[in-house]
């Protein structure tokens, strides 16, 4: 069996009083979903998931990787078994463009609003957490 590990952040943003997610649609699935990517040699997975949100969506971003962290384990092919960690991060830079090769379109959503973009019950659950996290750290 292969295995692959993919690190990303659910990236939030304070906007006039509101707590919005960036999420962003794939081109190959037609879905919305979080920014991730393949980890590389030598990274930590945070370095990953500064790297993967900077090249799909040239969003900069701040990650405290102490405090949340959410692994989806998945078989996107039968042969295959893969791994997503995901942080919370705060955006520190706003001007979002899509990456040409794999993003078709960025959103910032106001987060009660992002389940509804959703596809996948793993995103959904994850959103729930990371709402449950935000209103605890009192963000």
């Known amino acids: 069996m292969n295995f692959e590990k993919s690190c990303g952040a ?5 906007h006039y009083g ?6 962003i649609k794939h081109i190959k699935s037609g879905y919305w979903s979080f920014p991730k990517g393949h980890m590389e040699d030598g990274e930590s997975e945070t370095d990953t998931a ?3 949100i900077k090249e ?3 969003i900069d971003i701040s990650i405290d990787d102490s405090s949340f962290r959410e692994t989806v ?3 996107p092919r039968r042969d295959t078994r893969k791994e997503v960690v995901y942080f919370v991060a705060r955006a520190t830079s706003f001007e979002a463009i ?3 090769e794999e993003i078709s379109e ?3 959503v106001e987060i009660s609003q992002a389940p509804t973009h959703l596809a996948y019950d793993n995103d959904k659950l994850i959103i729930n957490r990371v709402r449950s996290y935000l209103a605890m750290s009192k963000i």
Request: glycine share 0%; aromatic share 12%.
């Open 98 to 100: 899509p990456q040409e």
């Open 18 to 23: 509101n707590t919005e997610i960036l999420l």
């Open 73 to 75: 384990v998945f078989n």
């Open 56 to 58: 799909e969506t040239n």
């Open 50 to 52: 500064i790297r993967e």
């Open 106 to 108: 960025i959103r910032w």
């Open 10 to 14: 659910i990236v939030y943003r304070k």
